[in-house]
């Protein structure tokens, strides 16, 4: 599912329009972003935690080539899916 899947999806079950789906789905991202950029995490009770976290630096490998370079530190996301999220997933059907 791709982010225009899930503004089809979300418009349908929530009874709204693509555009309002869309809204939605973009004002969620501007403020996660925001929240991480502040180290902050965004805990969604049940469903999961978003949180940053700051990769080092480290040595990479261009796969083409195999010319080694250093790979600059940076910030990245780590989800960690919530009780009810992973309840869903892994009950029979």
């Known amino acids: 599912m791709n982010k225009k899947d899930l503004i089809s999806a979300l ?3 929530m009874n709204v329009t693509r555009q309002q789906s869309c809204e939605f789905i973009n004002s969620f991202q501007e403020v996660l972003a ?3 950029k502040q180290d902050s995490s965004v805990m969604l009770q049940g469903f999961g935690t978003f949180s940053a976290w ?3 630096k480290r040595e990479g490998r261009n796969p083409r080539t195999g010319v080694t ?3 600059a ?20 059907k």
């Open 34 to 36: 925001d929240t991480l």
């Open 11 to 13: 418009a349908v079950k």
């Open 69 to 71: 370079c250093m790979i």
């Open 73 to 92: 530190p940076r910030k990245s996301v780590k989800f960690k899916p919530g009780k009810f999220l992973l309840r869903d997933l892994n009950s029979p």
């Open 54 to 56: 700051k990769q080092k």
